[in-house]
């Protein structure tokens, strides 16, 4: 992993692991989960949720802003524990018609 400066977090997969008495280095699991983003015509926001997590759904006028929304409202239910989701994403398809 090598070194890094007294002070510093370094972030990486799993646990806590304390080296010295004076460094304390935070290792931690990231969560990725597939959002779905329309604009809506109405309001012209963006809106996002996440397929299968119930509540996972926020707006935002910009899509940096809707990012940031869903992360905390992720956190949020997080915080209750592992989620059981109720579906999973697998992707998009293009259907045609006549």
Same mark, same amino acid.
């Given at each position: 992993?090598g070194?890094s400066?007294p002070?510093? %977090?370094v #972030?990486?997969p +799993?646990?806590?692991i304390d #080296?010295?008495?004076? /460094?304390r280095i935070?290792l +931690?699991r990231?969560?990725?989960?597939t959002a779905?983003?329309?604009r809506c015509?109405a309001t012209? +926001?963006?809106?996002g949720?996440?397929?299968?997590?119930?509540?996972a759904?926020?707006?935002a006028? #910009?899509l &940096?802003e809707?990012?940031?929304n869903?992360?905390?409202?992720?956190e949020?239910?997080?915080e &209750?524990g592992?989620? /059981?989701?109720e579906?999973?994403?697998?992707? %998009?398809? #293009?259907?045609?018609?006549p």
């Open positions: 992993m070194s400066p002070g510093q %977090t #972030t990486a +799993l646990g806590v #080296t010295w008495p004076s /460094r935070v +931690l990231m969560k990725t989960y779905v983003v329309e015509p012209n +926001l963006f809106v949720y996440i397929p299968g997590f119930p509540g759904h926020s707006q006028a #910009t &940096d809707l990012n940031q869903l992360k905390e409202v992720v949020m239910l997080l &209750d592992e989620p /059981r989701l579906a999973e994403f697998i992707g %998009t398809q #293009t259907v045609s018609v």
